[in-house]
């Protein structure tokens, strides 16, 4: 028969596992995070008049760096976003045309994109608004 606990016994064992937990950790140094050094700064976007938004970028093994974003905004707030995707192949000097990933009736942003063990792209967003949001996967050629 499983035992039920009072909320008072709850908390005062809950109390001595962290306090064991602060005494057994005490001796060990805590990990720093990853550092990134910005090097500069500036747009590369060929559509200027819209707004874009919610960008993430993957360097893959052969260099070339691939920004993914939500793109063909009118502003923050609007239906018409799309998941686009730029490709440089020179350290960011110049870059693509963008590529649409994904154009739904809903709205497309947040998207991320990241390189497999076997170098396959693999873009993921989110798409609408309110209850009928959902996330979107997509798996790309390379």
């Known amino acids: 028969m499983a035992r039920h606990w009072t909320r008072r016994e709850a908390l005062k064992l809950g109390g ?3 306090a064991a937990a602060a005494v057994l950790g005490a001796g060990r140094r805590a990990v720093a995070a990853p550092t ?3 090097h500069a700064t500036k747009i590369i976007s060929w559509q200027r008049q819209y ?3 919610w960008p ?3 360097r893959r093994r052969n260099g070339q760096l691939l920004p993914t974003y939500s793109g063909g905004r009118e502003g923050h707030i609007c239906p018409f976003g799309h998941v ?5 192949d020179d350290e960011g000097r110049s870059w693509t045309w963008p590529r649409v ?3 739904s009736p809903l709205d497309d942003r947040d ?3 990241l390189e497999t ?3 396959s792209l693999f873009a993921k967003c989110r798409s609408g608004r309110g209850p009928q949001r959902g996330v979107v996967d997509t798996l790309l050629s390379g």
Do not use: W
Request: glycine share 12%; charged share 15%.
């Open 84 to 88: 686009e995707m730029m490709r440089s």
């Open 56 to 58: 993430t970028v993957v």
């Open 117 to 119: 063990a076997h170098g």
């Open 101 to 103: 990933l994904l154009d």
């Open 111 to 113: 998207a991320g994109v």
């Open 51 to 53: 707004y874009h938004g």
């Open 36 to 38: 990134a050094e910005i």
């Open 16 to 18: 001595a596992a962290s």
